[in-house]
Protein backbone atom coordinates (compact mmCIF):
# COMPACT_ATOMS: atom_id res chain seq x y z
CA UNK A 1 0.00 0.00 0.00
CA UNK A 2 1.32 3.44 -0.77
CA UNK A 3 0.86 6.45 1.22
CA UNK A 4 -0.08 9.84 -0.72
CA UNK A 5 2.83 11.91 -0.92
CA UNK A 6 2.34 14.87 1.53
CA UNK A 7 1.88 18.63 -0.36
CA UNK A 8 4.30 20.99 0.16
CA UNK A 9 3.51 24.82 0.34
CA UNK A 10 4.63 26.65 -2.22
CA UNK A 11 7.21 29.26 -1.21
CA UNK A 12 6.52 33.07 -0.70
CA UNK A 13 7.00 35.14 -3.51
CA UNK A 14 10.85 36.65 -3.05
CA UNK A 15 11.28 40.46 -2.26
CA UNK A 16 14.58 41.74 -4.06
CA UNK A 17 14.22 44.64 -1.23
CA UNK A 18 14.41 41.82 1.98
CA UNK A 19 10.98 43.24 3.20
CA UNK A 20 8.19 41.08 4.29
CA UNK A 21 7.41 39.44 0.62
CA UNK A 22 11.43 37.45 1.42
CA UNK A 23 11.67 34.16 0.84
CA UNK A 24 10.32 31.73 4.30
CA UNK A 25 7.62 34.63 5.24
CA UNK A 26 4.11 34.95 4.62
CA UNK A 27 2.95 37.59 2.66
CA UNK A 28 -0.22 39.43 4.61
CA UNK A 29 -3.07 40.60 3.07
CA UNK A 30 -3.16 44.15 1.99
CA UNK A 31 -4.86 46.63 4.15
CA UNK A 32 -5.38 50.19 3.48
CA UNK A 33 -3.76 52.01 6.96
CA UNK A 34 -6.10 54.46 8.65
CA UNK A 35 -5.52 58.13 7.12
CA UNK A 36 -4.22 60.05 9.94
CA UNK A 37 -5.80 62.84 11.03
CA UNK A 38 -8.95 61.75 9.45
CA UNK A 39 -11.85 63.81 10.10
CA UNK A 40 -15.05 62.14 12.03
CA UNK A 41 -17.98 61.00 10.16
CA UNK A 42 -20.70 63.57 9.49
CA UNK A 43 -23.01 62.64 12.45
CA UNK A 44 -20.40 62.84 15.49
CA UNK A 45 -21.13 66.20 16.43
CA UNK A 46 -24.35 65.33 17.66
CA UNK A 47 -22.79 63.75 20.43
CA UNK A 48 -21.88 67.38 21.91
CA UNK A 49 -25.15 68.58 21.36
CA UNK A 50 -26.27 68.19 25.03
CA UNK A 51 -23.31 69.32 26.25
CA UNK A 52 -23.83 72.73 24.31
CA UNK A 53 -27.62 72.86 25.06
CA UNK A 54 -26.19 72.15 28.73
CA UNK A 55 -23.82 75.42 28.11
CA UNK A 56 -26.56 77.38 26.76
CA UNK A 57 -28.80 77.06 29.31
CA UNK A 58 -26.73 77.30 32.06
CA UNK A 59 -24.17 79.83 31.39
CA UNK A 60 -25.93 81.39 27.88
CA UNK A 61 -28.96 82.78 28.94
CA UNK A 62 -28.06 83.73 32.73
CA UNK A 63 -24.89 85.68 30.64
CA UNK A 64 -27.89 87.35 28.50
CA UNK A 65 -29.77 88.78 31.16
CA UNK A 66 -26.82 90.06 33.37
CA UNK A 67 -25.66 91.78 30.57
CA UNK A 68 -28.98 93.40 29.23
CA UNK A 69 -30.40 93.93 33.12
CA UNK A 70 -27.45 95.74 33.81
CA UNK A 71 -27.83 98.44 31.23
CA UNK A 72 -31.87 98.75 32.23
CA UNK A 73 -33.21 100.69 34.73
CA UNK A 74 -36.98 99.86 35.31
CA UNK A 75 -39.52 102.48 34.12
CA UNK A 76 -42.78 100.35 34.21
CA UNK A 77 -43.58 98.53 37.85
CA UNK A 78 -46.35 96.87 35.85
CA UNK A 79 -45.11 95.07 32.75
CA UNK A 80 -41.54 95.51 33.76
CA UNK A 81 -40.27 97.43 31.17
CA UNK A 82 -37.21 99.66 31.16
CA UNK A 83 -34.73 102.02 28.89
CA UNK A 84 -31.56 101.77 28.47
CA UNK A 85 -28.99 102.88 31.08
CA UNK A 86 -25.51 102.95 32.29
CA UNK A 87 -26.18 104.52 35.53
CA UNK A 88 -26.36 101.20 36.90
CA UNK A 89 -22.46 100.08 36.10
CA UNK A 90 -21.63 103.39 36.79
CA UNK A 91 -23.01 103.21 40.39
CA UNK A 92 -21.10 99.61 40.99
CA UNK A 93 -17.84 102.02 40.49
CA UNK A 94 -18.36 103.97 43.68
CA UNK A 95 -18.76 104.34 47.23
CA UNK A 96 -19.16 100.94 49.01
CA UNK A 97 -18.97 98.84 45.90
CA UNK A 98 -15.75 99.90 44.65
CA UNK A 99 -14.27 99.37 48.12
CA UNK A 100 -15.77 95.77 48.07
CA UNK A 101 -14.59 95.27 44.43
CA UNK A 102 -10.67 95.99 45.56
CA UNK A 103 -11.31 94.37 49.22
CA UNK A 104 -12.15 91.27 46.99
CA UNK A 105 -9.69 91.81 44.44
CA UNK A 106 -7.03 92.07 47.82
CA UNK A 107 -7.98 89.14 49.22
CA UNK A 108 -8.01 87.02 46.59
CA UNK A 109 -4.99 87.69 44.89
CA UNK A 110 -3.18 87.71 48.58
CA UNK A 111 -4.89 84.07 49.28
CA UNK A 112 -3.66 83.00 45.64
CA UNK A 113 -0.03 83.77 46.36
CA UNK A 114 0.38 82.59 49.53
CA UNK A 115 -0.96 79.53 48.18
CA UNK A 116 1.08 79.19 45.41
CA UNK A 117 4.12 79.99 47.46
CA UNK A 118 3.35 77.00 50.00
CA UNK A 119 1.38 74.51 47.23
CA UNK A 120 4.56 74.19 44.96
CA UNK A 121 6.93 73.10 47.76
CA UNK A 122 4.55 70.82 49.12
CA UNK A 123 3.97 68.93 45.84
CA UNK A 124 7.64 68.44 45.47
CA UNK A 125 8.06 67.03 48.70
CA UNK A 126 5.42 64.63 48.06
CA UNK A 127 6.41 63.46 44.67
CA UNK A 128 10.15 62.77 45.72
CA UNK A 129 9.15 61.17 48.40
CA UNK A 130 9.46 57.35 48.76
CA UNK A 131 6.65 56.74 50.05
CA UNK A 132 4.20 55.60 47.96
CA UNK A 133 1.37 55.49 49.92
CA UNK A 134 2.01 59.04 51.35
CA UNK A 135 2.30 60.78 48.14
CA UNK A 136 -1.35 58.81 47.08
CA UNK A 137 -2.76 60.32 50.26
CA UNK A 138 -1.54 63.48 50.26
CA UNK A 139 -3.02 63.92 46.60
CA UNK A 140 -6.28 62.03 47.70
CA UNK A 141 -6.68 64.49 50.41
CA UNK A 142 -5.71 67.47 48.19
CA UNK A 143 -8.58 66.46 46.10
CA UNK A 144 -11.14 66.38 48.58
CA UNK A 145 -10.29 69.57 50.15
CA UNK A 146 -9.75 71.54 47.54
CA UNK A 147 -13.60 71.10 47.12
CA UNK A 148 -14.73 71.82 50.89
CA UNK A 149 -15.91 75.28 51.30
CA UNK A 150 -18.91 76.91 51.72
CA UNK A 151 -21.26 76.34 55.65
CA UNK A 152 -18.95 73.12 56.07
CA UNK A 153 -15.63 75.30 55.82
CA UNK A 154 -17.32 78.25 58.11
CA UNK A 155 -18.25 76.17 60.59
CA UNK A 156 -15.23 73.98 61.24
CA UNK A 157 -13.67 77.45 61.63
CA UNK A 158 -15.70 79.52 63.74
CA UNK A 159 -15.56 76.05 66.01
CA UNK A 160 -11.54 75.34 65.63
CA UNK A 161 -10.27 79.39 65.81
CA UNK A 162 -13.19 81.23 66.22
CA UNK A 163 -14.26 83.35 69.55
CA UNK A 164 -14.92 80.32 71.77
CA UNK A 165 -12.91 77.83 69.72
CA UNK A 166 -10.78 74.84 71.05
CA UNK A 167 -7.68 76.22 69.60
CA UNK A 168 -8.48 79.92 70.49
CA UNK A 169 -8.78 78.88 73.90
CA UNK A 170 -6.14 76.48 74.49
CA UNK A 171 -3.23 79.05 73.08
CA UNK A 172 -5.11 81.83 74.21
CA UNK A 173 -5.00 83.73 70.72
CA UNK A 174 -7.45 86.44 71.74
CA UNK A 175 -5.11 87.56 74.18
CA UNK A 176 -2.67 88.04 70.75
CA UNK A 177 -5.23 90.21 68.92
CA UNK A 178 -6.54 86.87 66.97
CA UNK A 179 -9.96 87.28 65.07
CA UNK A 180 -11.52 84.98 63.24
CA UNK A 181 -13.96 87.13 62.03
CA UNK A 182 -11.45 89.81 60.49
CA UNK A 183 -9.47 90.20 57.20
CA UNK A 184 -6.94 87.75 58.39
CA UNK A 185 -8.77 85.39 59.88
CA UNK A 186 -11.02 85.24 56.31
CA UNK A 187 -7.62 84.81 54.72
CA UNK A 188 -6.30 82.11 56.34
CA UNK A 189 -9.55 79.94 55.95
CA UNK A 190 -9.29 80.90 52.25
CA UNK A 191 -6.02 78.97 52.35
CA UNK A 192 -7.46 75.57 53.39
CA UNK A 193 -8.92 74.77 50.34
CA UNK A 194 -6.77 77.13 48.07
CA UNK A 195 -2.91 75.27 48.88
CA UNK A 196 -4.81 71.79 47.96
CA UNK A 197 -5.78 73.44 44.82
CA UNK A 198 -2.28 74.52 43.94
CA UNK A 199 -1.20 71.07 44.96
CA UNK A 200 -2.90 69.05 42.74
CA UNK A 201 -2.58 72.05 40.12
CA UNK A 202 1.11 72.10 40.28
CA UNK A 203 1.99 68.18 40.27
CA UNK A 204 1.62 66.97 36.95
CA UNK A 205 3.81 70.21 35.46
CA UNK A 206 6.42 68.69 38.60
CA UNK A 207 6.20 65.72 37.15
CA UNK A 208 6.80 66.74 33.62
CA UNK A 209 10.33 67.77 34.94
CA UNK A 210 12.95 65.30 33.19
CA UNK A 211 15.27 63.63 35.13
CA UNK A 212 17.83 64.26 32.25
CA UNK A 213 17.76 68.26 32.99
CA UNK A 214 19.08 67.82 36.31
CA UNK A 215 22.09 65.49 35.64
CA UNK A 216 23.09 67.72 32.97
CA UNK A 217 22.87 70.46 35.57
CA UNK A 218 25.05 68.42 37.60
CA UNK A 219 27.25 67.33 35.17
CA UNK A 220 27.86 71.14 34.51
CA UNK A 221 28.47 71.67 38.53
CA UNK A 222 25.80 73.16 39.16
CA UNK A 223 23.92 73.18 42.45
CA UNK A 224 20.42 72.59 43.09
CA UNK A 225 19.66 75.97 43.90
CA UNK A 226 20.89 76.97 40.20
CA UNK A 227 19.03 74.11 38.89
CA UNK A 228 15.72 75.66 40.22
CA UNK A 229 16.60 79.17 39.31
CA UNK A 230 18.15 78.59 36.00
CA UNK A 231 16.27 75.50 34.63
CA UNK A 232 13.07 74.34 36.67
CA UNK A 233 11.98 77.35 37.81
CA UNK A 234 11.45 79.18 33.94
CA UNK A 235 10.13 76.26 32.65
CA UNK A 236 7.23 75.89 35.51
CA UNK A 237 6.85 79.42 35.10
CA UNK A 238 3.84 79.71 32.75
CA UNK A 239 1.90 76.64 35.10
CA UNK A 240 3.02 78.40 37.80
CA UNK A 241 1.61 82.05 36.93
CA UNK A 242 -1.49 79.75 35.42
CA UNK A 243 -1.55 77.78 39.22
CA UNK A 244 -1.89 81.04 40.79
CA UNK A 245 -4.54 82.71 38.43
CA UNK A 246 -6.76 79.61 39.09
CA UNK A 247 -6.37 80.26 42.81
CA UNK A 248 -7.15 83.53 42.58
CA UNK A 249 -10.58 82.96 40.75
CA UNK A 250 -11.72 80.76 42.81
CA UNK A 251 -10.93 82.85 46.01
CA UNK A 252 -12.75 85.79 43.71
CA UNK A 253 -15.69 83.73 43.54
CA UNK A 254 -16.26 82.19 47.12
CA UNK A 255 -19.07 83.27 48.76
CA UNK A 256 -20.75 81.05 50.89
CA UNK A 257 -17.94 80.72 53.48
CA UNK A 258 -17.21 84.17 53.70
CA UNK A 259 -20.95 85.06 54.21
CA UNK A 260 -20.96 82.48 57.27
CA UNK A 261 -17.76 83.76 58.41
CA UNK A 262 -18.03 87.49 58.45
CA UNK A 263 -20.69 88.86 57.08
CA UNK A 264 -20.53 92.67 56.18
CA UNK A 265 -17.34 92.95 59.07
CA UNK A 266 -15.32 92.10 55.64
CA UNK A 267 -16.45 94.09 52.39
CA UNK A 268 -16.89 91.90 49.85
CA UNK A 269 -18.41 92.38 45.78
CA UNK A 270 -20.11 88.83 46.32
CA UNK A 271 -21.79 90.16 50.10
CA UNK A 272 -22.77 93.22 47.91
CA UNK A 273 -24.73 91.69 45.01
CA UNK A 274 -26.78 89.49 47.90
CA UNK A 275 -27.51 92.38 50.07
CA UNK A 276 -28.80 94.21 46.46
CA UNK A 277 -30.86 91.39 45.27
CA UNK A 278 -32.27 90.66 48.89
CA UNK A 279 -32.81 94.78 49.14
CA UNK A 280 -31.31 94.41 52.66
CA UNK A 281 -29.95 98.22 52.32
CA UNK A 282 -31.79 99.78 49.62
CA UNK A 283 -35.26 98.30 48.01
CA UNK A 284 -35.52 97.59 44.22
CA UNK A 285 -31.50 97.37 43.47
CA UNK A 286 -31.98 94.14 41.25
CA UNK A 287 -30.20 95.94 38.65
CA UNK A 288 -27.49 97.50 40.18
CA UNK A 289 -26.81 93.90 41.49
CA UNK A 290 -26.39 92.78 38.04
CA UNK A 291 -23.80 95.33 37.58
CA UNK A 292 -22.06 94.15 40.11
CA UNK A 293 -22.64 90.65 38.73
CA UNK A 294 -21.12 92.18 35.46
CA UNK A 295 -18.24 93.35 36.73
CA UNK A 296 -17.08 90.20 38.58
CA UNK A 297 -17.43 88.13 34.91
CA UNK A 298 -15.36 90.74 33.86
CA UNK A 299 -12.84 89.80 36.07
CA UNK A 300 -13.20 86.51 35.50
CA UNK A 301 -13.06 86.13 32.14
CA UNK A 302 -9.82 88.60 32.50
CA UNK A 303 -8.53 85.85 34.56
CA UNK A 304 -9.39 83.30 32.32
CA UNK A 305 -8.24 85.13 29.23
CA UNK A 306 -4.25 85.24 30.80
CA UNK A 307 -4.99 81.07 32.33
CA UNK A 308 -5.90 79.43 29.03
CA UNK A 309 -2.83 80.53 27.30
CA UNK A 310 -0.29 79.77 30.17
CA UNK A 311 -1.76 76.00 30.34
CA UNK A 312 -1.08 75.63 26.32
CA UNK A 313 2.06 77.00 27.02
CA UNK A 314 3.51 75.26 29.85
CA UNK A 315 1.77 71.57 28.27
CA UNK A 316 3.93 72.15 25.09
CA UNK A 317 7.19 72.52 27.27
CA UNK A 318 6.79 69.84 29.72
CA UNK A 319 5.06 67.31 26.81
Known amino acids: MTTAPTPVPAPAAADPSGG ?6 ATASPTTPPRAGRRPRGGAWLATVPLLAFFLVGFGLPAVAILTGAFTVSSDAETGAGSFT ?38 QAVLTS ?21 LPLAFAFVATLGNAGELTKLFHLTDHGWSLYSFT ?13 MVLTITPALEGLRLQWREAARNNRATTLQYWRY ?22 AAYATAAAMVGATVP ?36 MA ?3 PLQRRSARWLS
Open 20 to 25: PGAPGT
Open 86 to 123: TANLTASMQGAYWTALLSSLKLSALTALIGTVLGVPIA
Open 130 to 150: RFRLLREAVLTASGVLANFGG
Open 185 to 197: GLTVTYLYFLVPL
Open 231 to 252: VALPVLFPSLLGGFVLLFGSAF
Open 268 to 303: LISRQIADALSGNVLVGQGNLALALSLDMIVVAALV
Open 306 to 308: VYL
